[in-house]
């Protein structure tokens, strides 16, 4: 049973700008070496994939307080390059399947409504008009102090994986890439991929976006940097 809940977990997933890359990983792999290493989360950051575009996706695996650490942690490093550099403001990007935002926003913005006063920030949902057979996914932008973003997120995280467990995986709507039974949404994700707005191939920062096998090569982020 422990076994099969490592191999569903539902991972985080985040925008970040490409400038803001170099910094997350550090000199020879040493940043994301320590994150990983302090959060015991494992780390995706897909920065080869859908090179030139401004933003990258970074997908977080472990159990959900793991995957929270290691996100407030890259975000503390995103804050200080940005005042390292001048540039201002850093807001938490999280990205989140169509299906499972209404959970989010709530009946009439309640929810969010809620998660942002209880946190203290704000949050905003990109447009379900741009959401496509080629992006399936729509983007959580939170602005605050990291500690406040870092308290949405866990609020947020919380609800999409509620919203995926109860509404989605009992209907087989997404699966774990080589999983048995594979849901036309799952090969939606593994032949179209893609963050909002960089639509791309298998292998791009989209896919497979979701839950994913423990032995997937791109959740090996810790393999590839010999950590």
Do not use: W
């Amino acid at each position: 049973m422990a076994n099969s809940q490592r191999n569903m977990e539902y991972p985080l997933r985040i925008l970040v700008s490409s400038d803001m890359v170099g910094a997350i990983i550090g000199k020879g792999g040493a940043t994301i070496r320590n994150i990983t290493q302090q959060t015991r989360a494992r780390v995706d950051v897909h920065r080869k994939e859908n090179s030139g575009t401004l933003e990258k996706a970074i997908t977080i695996f472990g159990n959900p307080e793991n995957c929270t650490q290691a996100c407030k942690k890259i975000m503390e490093v995103m804050e200080q390059e940005a005042q390292n550099t001048g540039k201002g403001e850093v807001p938490l990007k999280i990205l989140a399947h169509n299906n499972l935002v209404g959970r989010i926003i709530g009946k009439g913005g309640a929810q969010i409504k809620k998660i942002m006063q209880d946190s203290d920030t704000k949050i905003t949902v990109s447009s379900i008009h741009d959401v496509s057979s080629y992006n399936m996914e729509r983007i959580i932008t939170i602005k605050g102090s990291v500690e406040s973003m870092s308290n949405a997120e866990a609020m947020i995280s919380s609800k999409l994986r509620q919203s995926f467990e109860n509404d989605m995986a009992p209907q087989g709507m997404m699966s774990y890439a080589g999983g048995p039974a594979v849901h036309q949404m799952t090969m939606i994700g593994a032949q179209l991929g893609g963050y909002p707005g960089s639509p791309g191939p298998r292998g791009s920062p989209g896919y497979p976006g979701y839950v994913r096998t423990r032995f997937s090569r791109s959740y090996q982020l810790s393999a590839r940097l010999n950590i």
